[in-house]
């Protein structure tokens, strides 16, 4: 069974940093390309960033490029984001969302970890 | 562009018919078939239901149904059940430096 798990999340003051995690079982995580999302009451879905198999190439939505950080440990199968300068805006729940090469949608997502940023 | 446009509820009687529309632009939806469509209950993770704008996953139930004309995408669920009841999402991809535009979301409420 494909499972993503997402680790790591909590109440961080603006202008601090987190690191989520997000845990793959279930399938051959190196062949897959992975990709994060966060989702807020307000805005909605929002694609946040991407990573490909070989964890050389990565992609950020301008909203978090520059602040956040995506990497992976294929031998760890393991999936990571690194969040630093955290606005306000950056409160959501993120997800990690596998995606096979060569295709456009996600098919597995993780239940999702709750980052608030607050004063 | 900034989000594709959904209708924010859509309601049917079990064993009805409802379509979702979702609508974007010349420059998204309307230029090629990569559309997608997520449900997701309360508190759980999104779950794909069709990919490609037709696509069903293996396992997803024929009950849902997609489809596309011009600009606009749309997700159609027959036979409506109580399950059914959740938030539903369009989405494109796309190959500007957004990549994905997702849809404003749609509540489905089985009467």
């Known amino acids: 069974e494909v499972q993503l798990v997402e680790s790591g999340g909590g109440f961080i003051q603006p202008g601090g940093s987190l690191r989520l995690s997000c845990a793959a079982s279930?399938?051959?995580?190196?062949?897959?390309?992975m990709n994060w999302l966060r989702q807020t009451p307000g805005e909605g879905l929002e694609w946040v960033s991407y990573i490909n198999s070989g964890d050389d190439t990565t992609y950020y939505a301008d909203s978090v490029k520059g602040r956040f950080t995506t990497s992976r440990d294929n031998a760890k199968n393991s999936l990571y984001l690194q969040m630093n300068s955290l606005r306000v805006e950056d409160t959501a729940v993120y997800y990690c969302?596998?995606?096979?090469?060569?295709?456009?949608?996600?098919?597995?997502w993780g239940q999702g970890a709750l980052v608030t940023v607050s004063s | 562009q900034s989000a594709l446009t959904q209708p924010a509820s859509v309601s049917g009687s079990p064993g009805q018919s409802i379509t979702i529309s979702c609508t974007g632009t010349s420059s998204d939806v309307g230029s090629h078939n990569r559309v997608s469509w997520y449900q997701q209950h309360p508190g759980k993770a999104p779950k794909l239901l069709v990919f490609?704008?037709?696509n069903r996953p293996s396992g997803v139930s024929n009950r849902f149904s997609g489809s596309k004309s011009g600009n606009t995408a749309s997700l159609t669920i027959s036979a409506l059940q109580a399950e059914d009841e959740a938030d539903y999402y369009c989405?494109?991809?796309?190959?500007?430096?957004?990549?994905?535009?997702f849809g404003t979301g749609t509540k489905v409420t089985v009467l």
């Open positions: 989405t494109s991809f796309t190959n500007t430096r957004v990549f994905y535009f």
């Open positions: 279930g399938f051959t995580f190196s062949s897959y390309e």
């Open positions: 490609d704008v037709t």
């Open positions: 969302a596998r995606k096979l090469y060569g295709t456009t949608y996600f098919d597995y």
